[in-house]
């Protein structure tokens, strides 16, 4: 087994076709990330092309999982544009391919993101998961706190609705979540 190797992506370009095939892996193995399987040609390249924009403007922090010389993860760090926000970020589409799961791998993708995060000042992370996601267990492992749920939020290729579930982190200990 090689080892995983975490890079902080500057201009997402050069990894489409990878990230496409990870995208549609996790598509495809049920993860809900904003897409319903099955997806259009262009469904995936048209997001990626947005995320190059948002990556390049610094709008959002890319990270990718790289093993073997091949994307078998990724996660966003989505920077928030209000002036009265300014001191958080969402944690946005955390996916590994379904062959490299329970590896760790998603776990050293959000620690690298908490470490960025706080190289940039963001004080609170904030993300949204399916109710009853495997990837629950492991927020609450890294210390996020569920703050709720909400009923039907997301559609689901099957045509169910599902409930989500609110996380955060406090990111700096001095500041108290009110």
Do not use: W
């Amino acid at each position: 087994m090689h080892a995983i190797e975490i890079l902080q992506i500057q201009d997402p370009a050069p990894f489409q076709n990878q990230l496409t095939i990870l995208f549609n892996d996790c598509i495809e193995s049920g993860a809900s990330i904003g897409f319903l399987a099955p997806t259009q040609p262009h469904e995936v390249a048209d997001y990626l092309e947005q995320l190059n924009k948002q990556v390049l403007s610094n709008q959002k922090n890319l990270f990718i999982a790289i093993q073997n010389k091949q994307v078998v993860g990724s996660v966003q760090l989505s920077l928030t544009e209000k002036k009265n926000g300014q001191h958080r970020a969402e944690v946005e589409k955390l996916m590994v391919m379904s062959s490299y799961r329970k590896q760790g791998i998603a776990t050293l993708l959000l620690k690298t993101l908490e470490t960025c995060a706080i190289d940039l000042n963001v004080q609170l992370l904030v993300l949204d998961t399916r109710l009853g996601d495997v990837s629950e267990q492991l927020y609450l492992k890294q210390g996020f706190t569920r703050a709720g749920v909400i009923p039907h939020f997301a559609l689901s290729s099957d045509g169910q609705y599902s409930a989500t579930a609110i996380y955060y982190k406090m990111m700096n200990s001095a500041i108290i979540a009110s």
